[in-house]
């Protein structure tokens, strides 16, 4: 009897030192719903405060769709670039992709050259684009004359980034991955100056003044071990592109850091 006992306080304390072992206990799924939600709700705080008008959408990694005024429109500028690339990679699943085909892509993602895109556009069409929309779930997505006119919306741009991978062939997932991942230096505003060192972005941004005021766009994939969020901040009306990169920056700081709140997570 004696020796049975012994064994059973053994095996809890090796229970309970096997638990500790690994660190302090992540969160579970209705805490880190409750984690997001708060951040979230910080994020949207700091949106109302700013001057001109602030979309945000976030898909946590629970998968819910957080949302602040994430169906109103918004003129893509170079956002949509994100979109031609799906689009045109999705034209050429059947093969490997050529000279010319990485001549016209990398400028016009790492970039975000405007010849390019209009190249690209005269390849895949509108139809194109729309046939992209309809694989992301966007809601709110419209075409008009010229590539930076598409008419966007933060929820879609969570929406398409969230699903990226799944939306480009397989066989050029990865080359699309190092394309969104290699923004040149001067664009890595916003979203990549809120993340810590080492973590994954992938990610494209849209900017350009407009008679309103300068209109300045985000979205972006971000994956922390094997969590994975998608994040779009849209904003227009801004004094002037910096003011436009600080809100983005701001919202995304905030929103995100559930992300980062837990080691080895």
Known sequence: MRRALALAVALVALTAGSAGAGGPAQPNERERAQEWKRAFASAEHYARARDGRVSVALIDDTGALRRHRSARQYPSASIVKAMLLVSYLKKIRHRRLGFADRVLLRPMIVRSDNAAASRVLAIVGHAGLHRVA????????????????????????????????KLVPERHRRYARSLLRCIVGSQRWGVPRALPAGV?????????????GWITHQAALVEQGRRRVSIAVLTDHDRDSEYGRRTIRGVARRALRPLFAHDGA
């Open 200 to 212: 994954r972005v992938f990610f494209k941004g849209g900017w350009r003044p407009a008679p309103t």
């Open 134 to 165: 309809r694989r992301a779930g966007m809601r709110h997505f419209a075409t008009e004359p010229g590539w930076g006119n598409t008419r966007v919306a933060a929820a879609d741009q969570a929406r398409l980034f969230a699903r990226i991978d």
